[in-house]
């Protein structure tokens, strides 16, 4: 089982650069989701998505970008890096439905470093 | 103040020791909790999940949380080097898919 992929593990920008970080799941879960993890802050809710074509802002936003064309893959833009964006990046995903609400399942994770 | 507080330790504990991990929180509309363990550069591993008060046990783990008090702890019992890594607690409403972290406690078990 593959669970929640991350593409690319490491990067390196130059501010002002952008880049696209991919995150792909084959669990057919319906919700999606994008973090990042400062030192000593905890995991922040970038954007999630409900669904094919449903994105919604979480609490960390600005500055990126989502789309979710299909199930299974829910990339997030940055468009003009900014060192505030040096992170770690997780993407998650889980199942909600009426009768049941399942935990979250991580990927291994994104390190971008912002220069 | 924080919706959930953890303390960040670091906590380090002898091989076979009872650890325990703990959260606070101040949301009384948390129904979910959860506790993650993150090995060092992967992602936060599903550990335990539960739903409103009680306890829950799997193996050498048991998960417990008092709404009464906002309070919810992780116990390991016979601790091994390979229980070393940092404990997410994690909690979440009912009628919403966000999830709260708090920051995390970094364990060392030591041979």
């Given at each position: 089982n593959?669970?929640?992929?991350?593409?690319?593990?490491f990067?390196i920008?130059?501010?002002?650069?952008?880049?696209?970080?991919?995150?792909t799941?084959?669990?057919?879960?319906?919700?999606?989701?994008?973090?990042?993890?400062?030192?000593?802050?905890?995991?922040k809710?970038?954007?999630?998505?409900?669904?094919?074509?449903?994105?919604?802002?979480?609490?960390v936003?600005?500055?990126y970008n989502?789309?979710?064309?299909?199930?299974?893959?829910f990339?997030l833009r940055?468009e003009?890096?900014?060192p505030?964006?040096?992170?770690v990046?997780?993407?998650?995903?889980?199942?909600?439905g009426?009768?049941?609400?399942?935990?979250?399942?991580f990927?291994?994770?994104?390190?971008l470093?912002?220069? | 103040?924080?919706?959930?507080?953890?303390?960040?330790?670091?906590?380090?504990?002898?091989?076979?020791?009872?650890?325990?991990?703990n959260?606070?929180?101040?949301?009384?509309a948390?129904?979910?909790?959860?506790?993650?363990?993150?090995?060092?550069?992967?992602?936060?591993?599903?550990?335990?999940y539960?739903?409103?008060?009680?306890?829950?046990?799997?193996g050498?783990?048991?998960?417990?949380?008092?709404?009464?008090?906002k309070?919810?702890?992780l116990?390991?019992?016979?601790?091994?080097?390979?229980?070393?890594a940092?404990?997410?607690?994690?909690?979440r409403?009912?009628?919403?898919?966000?999830?709260f972290?708090?920051?995390?406690?970094?364990l060392?078990v030591i041979?």
């Amino acid at each position: 089982n593959a669970g929640v992929t991350q593409t690319p593990k490491f990067r390196i920008l130059k501010i002002g650069q952008s880049m696209t970080l991919q995150c792909t799941q084959d669990m057919n879960h319906n919700y999606m989701y994008w973090y990042r993890q400062d030192p000593g802050m905890g995991l922040k809710l970038i954007y999630y998505s409900v669904g094919a074509g449903i994105t919604d802002k979480g609490e960390v936003p600005n500055g990126y970008n989502v789309s979710r064309s299909t199930t299974e893959d829910f990339p997030l833009r940055l468009e003009l890096a900014a060192p505030s964006q040096t992170s770690v990046y997780f993407c998650a995903s889980s199942y909600e439905g009426q009768a049941a609400a399942w935990p979250q399942h991580f990927g291994d994770g994104t390190r971008l470093s912002i220069l | 103040q924080k919706e959930v507080e953890q303390d960040p330790g670091p906590l380090s504990v002898p091989e076979g020791a009872i650890v325990s991990l703990n959260c606070t929180y101040s949301n009384s509309a948390f129904q979910y909790f959860m506790w993650y363990r993150q090995y060092s550069r992967k992602g936060p591993e599903l550990l335990m999940y539960t739903y409103s008060s009680g306890n829950k046990e799997d193996g050498r783990f048991t998960a417990q949380v008092d709404k009464s008090s906002k309070y919810i702890s992780l116990f390991i019992r016979d601790s091994q080097p390979s229980d070393s890594a940092t404990y997410l607690c994690a909690m979440r409403p009912s009628l919403t898919n966000n999830l709260f972290f708090g920051t995390g406690t970094r364990l060392t078990v030591i041979p």
